[in-house]
């Protein structure tokens, strides 16, 4: 038993360290990347797509974090986050584009406006629980879009409607490293705020909601001030990366401000890294964002899958996709993370007995 | 008034669709405790069933729906089999998530095979009606509309008047007691999710004949079924027809609305849904479980 502890305690600092040097490298090698590594020829961050893909990765490290708060902490399985990204890139967007507000004004907003929204749809929402809230909060994700897409007023449509919405450039030396780095920020941001959550009076409520609302009402907790505070700073959250995503990616429209499949994205990044943690679902999204990338042969390091046509590609990596989250939900319940993390090992064993836990 | 009627009538006529696609995902969610993200991928292998008949053998749709139905029987027994049954003790984020996976998995796999191209069954009698006072009825529409409320009728009988039924009802009303006299749990929670399949295969059989189907057509269908269900009340085939008929007819009305066009049937479904969720949890037909 002490051996295997030992051993345990080994890989969690090992993981400590490996993933450090990976963060810190991720983090700075921008900056050394554009005249030094240029000229060294390293692939990876001479290339400007990189950075794309970079800021898409840390974009989902803030979505999956910011559903952490409400779909982690507080229990609510909240499946329309999307709905807040829209709202805050609208939100910016037109304020830049309609407006001509300066991007940093504008951007602000976007977070202040996803949690109002947030407040007022959550206060009947989150008196639903289980199923009915997280269907429900999928309706509100699917409905906004709708709208934003198709409100006219007077024949012309409100928010660019079907066509989307164009912003002007913003004006800035090295565009892709700064919306990388602004990204980073809001990511610190999201992890600093579920640190504090975690540690906080209000967070301990949280967690008693999500053990048990009706034994967390009886000891005194407001559950559904709690409840809506959760909701409205998630928002906030995502609010806040959709408004970087408006201006970074410069256009916008109901397909790339609303897509359904980022509210499974962030959902299964946090189930991977751990729902409930600070880093968890960072650590998540980082790894399946590049695994989607990956299959999707969009990084630059690449390999062709076999038997597979280059227009099929896409396709096959769905599928498998599909596939891999059939077999994480029924396997590892409680996240890869936990192998490395040193609680767990990944053995026959612990597959074994998640299988058993969970089947009929 | 006359213009009244007809959106009466059209919206009860396009009801039928809602009610097969709702009876499925009620039987599921209300005994399984599964919100079937999966259904309308499986409302589409249903369509493309169809059309693969109607197109290779020339067969008349309404006659490939049994087909259909025992086609689909077969892959949900098998996928709760195999699968869903290894996770109903999860919570309930779990479900949901296996469920999305499985509707990602059959949604891909139908675009390798079909490809993304849009797919309609004419029969000769497609497009064609009767008129009735003043009042034009697609034959299409009225033999959907009749042939949910058959499927319903059948489903119910077979959960009231059957042995199989009853077993169904009593891991819905108790999982451990039912195990204590004697049921099989694994399979008689795979022959309903087999039966709420094959309600979605018909369904999507239905559907194939009224508009063009493409392997992504399926999804609008999970949510309205799930709305349809809230509308009527859990727990209940009778309450889901009522509530897909009532669906058809905000669904008309809403249509009708100058301006608005049916762009908004998702914000309109959504909207009624949160009303009802919130002012009557229950349903309109339905009892508090």
């Known amino acids: ?360 | 008034m006359a213009a009244f009627v007809q959106l009466v009538i059209l919206g009860l006529l396009a009801g039928g669709v809602y009610v097969a696609v709702g009876v499925g995902f009620g039987l599921v969610w209300g005994v399984l405790n599964i919100v079937n993200l999966a259904h309308g991928a499986l409302v589409i292998v249903g369509g493309y069933v169809t059309w693969q008949l109607f197109t290779a053998f020339g067969l008349d749709p309404f006659l490939t729906l049994p087909v259909d139905a025992v086609a689909l029987f077969v892959l949900g027994y098998a996928l709760q089999r195999g699968v869903i049954n290894r996770i109903i003790r999860a919570p309930l984020l779990f479900t949901f998530l296996l469920t999305f996976g499985l509707n990602l998995v059959i949604v891909n796999v139908l675009l390798l095979i079909f490809g993304s191209d849009f797919r309609s069954v004419t029969p000769t009698y497609s497009g064609q009606g009767f008129e009735l006072g003043g009042i034009v009825i697609p034959y299409v529409r009225l033999a959907s509309l009749g042939a949910a409320i058959l499927l319903s009728t059948g489903l119910a009988f077979l959960l009231s008047r059957t042995r199989v039924g009853l077993s169904i009802h009593a891991i819905a009303a108790d999982r451990d007691a039912a195990q204590l006299v004697g049921i099989d749990l694994r399979h008689t929670y795979a022959v309903t999710y087999g039966l709420g399949a094959a309600c979605a295969g018909v369904a999507g059989g239905l559907i194939a004949m009224i508009q063009a189907i493409t392997p992504t057509a399926g999804e609008p269908y999970t949510l309205q079924a799930f709305v349809v269900v809230i509308l009527g009340g859990l727990g209940r085939v009778s309450a889901t027809v009522v509530g897909g008929l009532a669906f058809g007819l905000v669904e008309a009305f809403g249509q009708s609305i100058p301006g608005s066009g049916s762009v908004f049937a998702n914000a309109i479904a959504f909207g009624l849904m949160v009303l009802v969720l919130v002012t009557r949890p229950q349903g309109l037909m339905g009892r508090l479980r």
Request: aromatic share 12%; proline share 4%.
């Open chain 1, 1 to 360: 038993m002490i051996a295997t502890a030992d051993s345990q305690r080994r890989w969690r600092r090992i993981f400590l360290i490996v993933g450090g040097i990976v963060a810190a490298y991720a983090l700075l090698a921008p900056l050394t990347s554009l005249d030094a590594a240029q000229a060294a020829g390293i692939p990876l961050l001479t290339d400007k797509f990189w950075f794309r893909i970079a800021t898409y990765v840390v974009m989902f490290v803030v979505l999956a974090t910011a559903w952490n708060i409400i779909g982690g902490i507080t229990g609510y399985a909240a499946f329309g986050n999307v709905a807040f990204f829209g709202i805050g890139a609208y939100t910016t967007g037109m304020l830049i584009a309609k407006a001509k507000w300066p991007f940093l004004v504008a951007l602000p907003l976007a977070p202040v406006l996803a949690a109002l929204f947030a407040a007022l749809v959550g206060l009947p929402l989150l008196r639903l629980r289980g199923h009915y809230f997280a269907v429900a909060s999928l309706g509100v994700g699917v409905a906004v879009g709708e709208l934003v897409q198709n409100i006219d007023y007077n024949g012309q449509p409100v928010f660019g409607g079907a066509s989307g919405l164009f912003l002007p450039i913003y004006a800035v030396g090295h565009r892709g490293l700064f919306f990388f780095y602004l990204m980073c920020g809001a990511a610190a941001i999201a992890i600093a705020v579920t640190w504090w959550v975690l540690r906080s009076r209000f967070g301990y409520g949280l967690i008693a909601i999500r053990e048990n609302e009706d034994a967390a009402a009886v000891i005194g907790v407001n559950t559904t001030a709690y409840k809506v505070a959760a909701f409205a700073l998630a928002a906030a959250l995502t609010g806040l990366a959709g408004g970087i995503f408006s201006q970074w990616n410069v256009f916008i429209n109901q397909d790339n401000t609303f897509p359904i499949e980022y509210n499974v994205q962030m959902i299964l990044m946090a189930l991977l890294g751990g729902t409930g943690t600070v880093f968890g679902p960072a650590a998540g999204a980082v790894l399946l964002q590049l695994l989607i990338q990956f299959l999707g042969g969009s990084l630059p390091i690449s390999f062709d899958l076999p038997f597979v046509s280059s227009e099929a590609r896409p396709i096959v990596a769905q599928v498998i996709l599909g596939l891999l989250l059939v077999v994480v939900v029924i396997f590892v319940p409680r996240g890869v993370i936990d192998f490395f993390g040193g609680r767990t090992r990944l053995s026959l064993s612990y597959l074994r007995r998640s299988l058993r836990d969970t089947s009929l």
